[in-house]
């Protein structure tokens, strides 16, 4: 089990204030529970572009290029010629192209997903609580020994409705 200090608030702009002190503080690996999707907790917390988008390009572009190969190595491997028509022809090939960039952009982005959630997750997190899915805010500042007296103080300053010290 972690040791730190669990906050909970009822608020989002007491959450938002409460991680903007504790980062000025010199915390920088807190977690956030939020019932709500927030796109300003990420603000606040400095949490830019997910790299899911990287993985599904790539997806893509593999997809699209094995989409190519498949169906051109096809086609010179077993030729047929059909009234004249060149072997490798992209009009015919693009229904296949497509539907390979949608499956490989597709499996790439769960398997990103996945990866960078660190999902699937068999144990909870200690620090969650079930109203965290409900109505309240809360956020989790590992620590230890006097960092743990520190950290609480500062959590207890930002006005938390509730505050726990774990380990």
């Known amino acids: 089990m972690n040791s730190g200090v669990l906050g909970q608030y009822d608020t989002l702009p007491g959450t938002l204030d409460a991680i903007a002190r504790l980062r000025d503080a010199g915390h920088r690996d807190i977690e956030v529970f939020s019932p709500i999707p927030s796109p300003e907790i990420e603000e606040a917390m400095d949490i830019h572009s997910s790299p899911v988008r990287v993985w599904a390009l790539t997806g893509a572009i593999t997809g699209c290029t094995l989409g190519v190969l498949l169906t051109a190595g096809t086609s010179l491997a077993y030729p047929l010629v059909t009234q004249g ?14 539907e390979l960039t949608v499956l490989l952009t597709g499996i790439f982005g769960l398997v990103a997903l996945l990866v960078h959630t660190k999902r699937p997750v068999i144990n909870l997190d200690p620090a969650y609580r079930t109203s965290f899915s409900v109505d309240r805010w809360g956020i ?3 620590a230890n020994g006097e960092g743990t007296a520190d950290a609480e ?13 774990q380990g």
């Open 85 to 98: 028509k060149p072997l490798v022809s992209l009009p015919p090939f693009v229904v296949f192209m497509f």
């Open 140 to 142: 989790f500042v590992p």
């Open 153 to 165: 103080a500062l959590v207890r300053e930002t006005a938390a409705v509730d505050v726990e010290v």
